[in-house]
């Protein structure tokens, strides 16, 4: 009688770095759009909590701070160093699952 195999039984490292790598982006990238709405809204840094996080968020979004310069409208305020992030780490994140693509690579 024939075996039945699940793929449970199967490990594939590959895919546990894809979905790490995945996760790891998409909480900072998460992270920072809160931080972008948050300034959009003009969420004021008096608040405790709210100034927390913008110092918390700041560090990632620091290597992207002064490259282009903020809108404000208002009370609004399109912080572009936020979405530059975001593209940033996004592409990141690309480019390390394609390292490891080749690396898990079988040829």
């Known amino acids: 009688m024939a075996e039945l195999v699940l793929a449970r039984d199967y490990y594939y490292p590959e895919l546990l770095v894809y979905r790490?790598?995945?996760?790891?982006?998409?909480?900072?990238?998460?992270?920072?759009?809160?931080?972008?709405?948050?300034?959009?809204?003009?969420?004021?840094?008096?608040?405790q909590f709210i100034a927390w996080y913008y110092e918390f968020t700041g560090r990632l979004v620091a290597p992207f701070a002064g490259a282009f310069p903020s809108f404000s409208l208002g009370v609004f305020t399109i912080e572009t160093a936020s979405i530059l992030a975001i593209i940033a780490y996004a592409i990141v994140g690309w480019l390390i699952i394609r390292l490891f693509g080749l690396i898990f690579s079988t040829s």
Do not use: D, E, N, T
């Not at 790598?21 to 300034?39: C, T």
């Open 20 to 47: 790490l790598v995945y996760a790891v982006v998409g909480i900072i990238q998460s992270l920072i759009a809160i931080r972008f709405i948050l300034k959009l809204l003009g969420a004021s840094p008096a608040s």
